[in-house]
């Protein structure tokens, strides 16, 4: 697995952000009109992240085109307004009986852990799962909940896996903590956005039941992974107990999460939000900006999932790189490119010439692209002539 961070890939690009999405008419099919019609952040194609990164003008602009089709309310705390909005959508599209806003993912992740643990020591993880890598290790030292890893350097664990390592400590320790939850996160960003099989979801969620676990999903791109596995978020949701989702990953917002559940558990999270320095004023920036985009998400993953597809065949056809599938892919790819292409000219050209955001090879020699709304700003056959020109311009 690459050590190489996303914020330090941000730095090497000079990015800050990504942008809004716009439906604008793009100039006629020549390079030259294409570079004075595309300057623009908001036009632009980027194939390094998972979804819309705002900029600040562009963030402000989004607003007030919201604000004027459906006014904006403020919340307080986290309830009321355009929140209490937002939380509704998330109950309806979960299925759950409940839903909070919390300031962060981390934040929802522990909290629902810790809860869902009770006095119950032990929860099984993904060792690559941002729970254990990514969250400066928040169940031990402030919840006391020991993470127990499973499947080394993979995306997921089986369900056999999962009964050999219980089976595993329980009769190898001499005070036996209790097993309290088993956390899940799908799609897993350091596995390449790979998907936790569907299948082995069920199956686990069976067998946490009848063993009386609680189970947590750590959903922060989860509509990635309903997209690519032709499910529903509603269906996910189904075998866990708490589901947590972004805000900002692919809805646009400048931060925030929701965490959804049976009722009895989420009343209680308000306390500990509170408790843990999580209440925040006021949050109708990202509230509204998320609703808008929630709203429509399905239909927008589908269209990506599809023009991504057409995108790529028409790939096959350009000399110079290759589109390689990730096994249970979601919206993340690799791509080789040939000796005889100098990689930091065809990402200089792509970005200059053609508003298009690439990338360059990483440790393992992929550059790794991701496919999100900024590719529907531009037809297929633009972004192919796009390609082939700087693929052209970056030969050695």
């Keep these: 697995m690459s050590a190489y961070k996303r914020r330090d890939f941000l730095k090497l690009t000079s990015l800050s952000a990504l942008p809004l999405i716009t439906s604008a008419t793009m100039p006629t099919n020549t390079f030259a009109a294409e570079q004075a019609g595309l300057s623009k952040d908001s036009e632009a194609v980027y194939f390094i992240n998972d979804g819309i990164f705002y900029r600040p003008e562009d963030f402000i602009s989004k607003l007030q ?3 004027i089709s459906n006014p904006i309310e403020r919340d307080s705390y986290g309830e009321g307004g355009s929140i209490e909005k937002l939380l509704k959508k998330f109950i309806e599209i979960t299925g759950k009986e409940a839903a909070v806003y919390l300031p962060t993912g981390t934040l929802a992740n522990q909290l629902a852990i810790s809860f ?9 993880v993904q060792e690559t799962s941002h729970v254990y890598r990514d969250e400066g290790d928040a169940a031990q030292t402030l919840f006391n909940k020991r993470l127990i890893p499973l499947a080394e350097g993979k995306a997921h664990f089986s369900l056999e896996e999962l009964k050999a390592a219980i089976k595993y400590h329980k009769d ?23 998907a936790f099989p569907l299948e082995e979801i069920k199956k686990i969620s069976a067998y946490c039941k009848e063993q009386g676990y609680k189970m947590h999903l750590d959903g922060a791109r989860l509509h990635m992974a309903t997209a690519f596995t032709n499910s529903t978020v509603k269906e996910y949701s189904t075998y866990f107990d708490t589901v947590y989702m972004c805000l900002y990953k692919y809805l646009g917002a400048t931060g925030g999460a929701i965490l959804c559940g049976d009722k009895v558990v989420i009343d209680q999270m308000h306390h500990l939000i509170k408790i843990h320095g999580g209440g925040i004023f ?13 709203n429509n998400i ?21 000399k110079g790189i290759k589109i390689h599938q ?20 065809l990402n200089t050209r ?45 030969k050695v």
């Excluded at 006021?282 to 929630?294: D, F, G, R």
């Excluded at 239909?299 to 065949?313: C, G, Q, R, T, W």
């Design 116 to 124: 869902l643990c009770g006095n119950n020591t032990k929860a099984f």
């Design 282 to 294: 006021t949050n109708w920036p990202s509230a509204s900006i998320a609703l808008h985009h929630l």
């Design 172 to 194: 190898g320790e001499a005070f036996i903590g209790e097993v309290g939850t088993v956390s899940i996160e799908t799609p897993v960003r350091r596995c390449d956005n790979q």
């Design 350 to 394: 792509l970005r200059g010439e053609h508003n298009i955001i690439f990338g360059l090879p990483r440790e393992e020699g992929f550059v790794k692209i991701k496919v999100n709304p900024t590719l529907l700003r531009r037809g297929n056959q633009r972004i192919f002539d796009s390609f082939k020109e700087a693929i052209a311009f970056a």
């Design 326 to 345: 990730v096994t249970n892919g979601t919206n993340q790819f690799k791509v080789s490119i040939a000796r005889g292409i100098d990689p930091v000219k």
């Design 65 to 67: 085109e919201i604000n």
């Design 298 to 318: 399905d239909d927008v993953m589908e269209k990506i999932k599809v023009k991504s597809a057409n995108l790529f065949n028409l790939f096959s056809q350009l």
